[in-house]
Every structure is written in structure tokens, then in C-alpha cells.
């Protein structure tokens, strides 16, 4: 095990020798096959029980729940512990073969395909609840614990863990690619709610991000290694274990519907109500199109418009005046049709529908998969990218409905695709870059919470610029010299 001011030592030293070979950088190729010698080593690293190269298996591994094919790994190893985690990347970064960290597969940017074949590592046995501090606010995962389980483990304590993307998700996953859903306008995003991680880099070191067994919510303690792995989609190192943060399960809990006739004035609604301070714990917009497919899908009857879904949460007294003074806005702005969720069962029923919007959206093309955008800007600029993106999608005449974690600006059209059908396809792949493309020039992000991965690399360098990629391939080049790390991913 390696300290961090070690580690930070060591790529300050990388830093330094890599100055000049960095520009040239590229993600070295694969240099050996994986053999049936190779594969031999690892069952001895692993046991044989944990190694696999079944096609069922490499076919499981070698996609996400995007429209982007599938790439195979050669081989699946499943481990179960952190000393295993750090000899199977040693032997791979010895023998520059590709290793790709593997959560859930819920991923929406292609993050776990297998580009270049390699080593799938799946971490799902490793699923201890390691430490809960509940006087502290924290807990730390293994990177086998999904964020349901944690949930339904915490419910009798009264915290929670409230970042929820739909899926359920591997938490350690959620750090790789900087998830959140639809709490973050009250509760952050996973960088906002990740104090520490455990990592095992390439060449086998295990270190932690703030040091170890360190859970404090601030820290100057010198640059921030645990956001530098948050977002770094497998290609920096493997996440063996992650503390975060937790939260009181609010008292009282409103959930509440409302519709307008216009999209500026849902984002008006919002923005009015976040400026009053009134603490929303969500703050989701659905687009006619969108409700449309709702209804039909989760068996609602809904009033086909632009809409909001709030939810409120807090101490029993006072949350009636938030909502109060919710609705004085949603009535200040031309909004209607204002409803509670009538009981505890309706609420969950809102926020499944919500969250398998996804699915509601594919069922309308029969045998579809969904193809996801993820614009996020500053609020005041998300009614013009919303009209634009709705004017881009009738004007190609595709299907494409919008939901929006308006309150952080950021919104999705998922546009349901069959992969046969190359027309529409080729339409879609061009609203998707020309919204990004609007988002970007208008200060936003390409992403907001899906990451990079495959589809989003030449974006990313429209983003940030050439000298900020160039800058960001430095740091890869300092923790995954060999480029054994996901290679293909968030780099062209
Ligand atoms: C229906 C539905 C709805 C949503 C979403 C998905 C789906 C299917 N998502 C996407 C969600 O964020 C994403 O699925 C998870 O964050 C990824 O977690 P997995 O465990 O599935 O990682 P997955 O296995 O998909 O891997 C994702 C990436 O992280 C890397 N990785 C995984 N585990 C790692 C580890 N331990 N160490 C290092 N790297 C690792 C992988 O290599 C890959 O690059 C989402 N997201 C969101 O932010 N907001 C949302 O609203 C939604 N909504
Ligand atoms: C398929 C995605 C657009 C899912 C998502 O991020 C969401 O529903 O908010
Ligand atoms: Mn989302």
C-alpha cells in the first residue's frame, strides 16, 4: 500500500518526465492477445470459479444499456477482494493488455464496451457495507454495493443516500461517471457527495484519494484526488471502495404535479422558485411529447403538456407554506392543473414512472433502443435550447421526447432507436451533436451526468479546448502510462 503524499510524489515525479512525450500522447495499442497462458495466470490470481470466457458472459459485459454495439472483453474475471483487484491490474498493465472496470452495466455512454477485447473486471462479489457512521453522516461501500441495497440497509437508521440515477446502479459506478438524477438541485451531484475512495492503479497500488480511513466533509489537505477519480469512467484506475455521504430521511415528503402551456414558463416557475430559496428536493420537467408516452407506457392518465414534477421535502411544519408558495408561482406563470400525489403508494408510482421514462420512450418504436442526449446549461439558457432542440426534432420528424432536471439546467431527449434503421439514426446522430453543439455555445456542458465515454470524445475537446484535452491526457498519462485503463474511452 502506498500513502498519498507518496502518490502524489510519484506523479508529480511523472509529471515532470512526461512534459514532453505527453503531447504526443495516444492510447498505446493492445501489444499482447490475451492467450490461454494468460488466462491460465489469472485463474490462479483469482480461482478458477472467477474467470470466464463463455460468450454468454463476454456478450453480458460487453455493452451498457445505450445504442452503442456491443465490443467483447476475452475474458471476465470476478474478484473478490481488493489484494485480487491490484494483482489482476499488475498482470495486465505487465502484459499491456486492456482491463475495463465493470459496475452494473447501466451505463448510457458505452462506458464498459470493450473496444479493444482485454479483461472485463466485474467487482459485484465484493458487495460489504464496510463502515456506517451515522453520527457522521457517512458510509463507506464496497464496489459491489448498489444503491438501492444501501438504501433499503439504511432505511431503519433514517439516513439516506439520496443521488439517484433510474438505474440501479453499483455506487462505485455512480462515482465513475458522476451521477446523479433527479435529487441533485437539493442534494449535489456524486462529486458534491464523495468524500474518499480506495483505488487501484495500473500498476497495482492501492492508495486513498484523502488518505485513509479520512471522512470529513471539508479538506485543503492539496489537490482534490477523490473528484479527479469521480467522472474518470475506468480510465485512470479501478474503484475498490468509496465513502460518501448520507442524509436524514426528511420527515415529511410532497410530491406534486403541475402543466403550462409553454416551456419558458415552466423554467420561469423554476427559476422564480429557486430564487425565493425554497429548498426543492426536485425539480423535473417532461415535455408534451414525453407526457404522451408516460400515459401510454405506466398507465396514467396525465394532461398532455409541458409539465413539471416537484418534490418537496422536510420538517412536517413549514413544508405546507413551501408548497404554497410553489403554487403562487405555478399560478404567476400560467400554470395549471396543480396536483398532489394523494398517498405514499402514488408518490413511489410518479417517481418509477418517471424513472423508467426511458422504457416509456422505446416502447414507442417496437424493438428500439434508447439513444440519449444529455445538454446541461446555465438555467437561464435552458428554455432556448429546449425550443430549438423540439424545433430540430420536428423538423426531422423523429421521435424524440424531452425530460429535464431543469432545476440544474440539464435536460435529455431520448430518441428510441433501431439500429437497422440508418436514416433515422444518421437524423439523430446529427440533433444530438448540433444540441450539444447549441449547449456549448451557450455555456453549458455536452454532459451533465452521463459522461463521456464513446460518443462524446470529439465534443469533449470542443469543451474544454485543446490545451484543457491536452491537459487531461497529461493526467491519464501520469496514472496509466501503458493506457491499459478503458482504453477508446473519453480520449479519441
Ligand atoms: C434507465 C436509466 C436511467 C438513468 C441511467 C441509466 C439507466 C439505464 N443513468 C446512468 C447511470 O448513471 C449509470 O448507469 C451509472 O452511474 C453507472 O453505474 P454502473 O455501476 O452501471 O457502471 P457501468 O458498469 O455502466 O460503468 C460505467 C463506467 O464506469 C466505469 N466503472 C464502473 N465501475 C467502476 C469502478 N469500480 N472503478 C472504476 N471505474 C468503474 C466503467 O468502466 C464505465 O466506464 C443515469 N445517470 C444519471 O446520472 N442520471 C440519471 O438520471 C440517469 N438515469
Ligand atoms: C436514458 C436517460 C436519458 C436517463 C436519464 O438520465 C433520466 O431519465 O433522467
Ligand atoms: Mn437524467
Redesign the pocket.
Known sequence: MYSSVNLLRSLTRAHKTIQVVARNYSVPAKQASVTSTFVGALRKIVGDQNVSTSDAVREQHGH??SHHASSLPDVVVFAESVEQVSQVAKFCNDNRVPL?????????EG??NALEGGVALN?NKMNKIVELNSQDFDCTVQ?GVMRIALNTFLRDTGLWFPI????D??I???????????NAVRYG?MRENVLNLQVVLPDGRVFDTAGKGRRTKKTSAGYNLTNL?VG????L????QATIRLYGIPEKTIAAVCHFNSVQDAVDTVVQILQCGIPMAKLEFLDDTAINAFNKYSKYNMTVANSLFLEFHGPAQGLEDQFDAVKELVEANNGFGLQVASDVDERTRLWKAR??M??ACTALVPGSRPYSTDVCVPISNLPEVIIKTKEMISEAGVQGPIVG?VGDGNFHVFFPIDREDKETLNKVTDISKRMALLGLSLNGTCTG???I?LGKRELLIKELGEHGVEVMKQVKQAFDPNGIM?PG?VFV
Do not use: Q, R, W
Request: proline share 6%; net charge negative.
Open positions: 451498457d444499456e475495463i472496470p465493470f459496475g452494473s452495466g447501466t451505463g448510457l462506458g464498459v467487482m464496489p439517484d440515477p433510474g438505474a446502479a453499483s462505485c459506478g455512480m462515482c465513475a461517471t458522476s451521477a446523479s438524477g433527479t451531484t477519480f474518470s469512467e475506468g480510465t484506475g479501478i474503484i475498490t424513472h423508467e426511458v422504457y432536471h451526468e452521463h459522461g465515454g478503458n474511452k
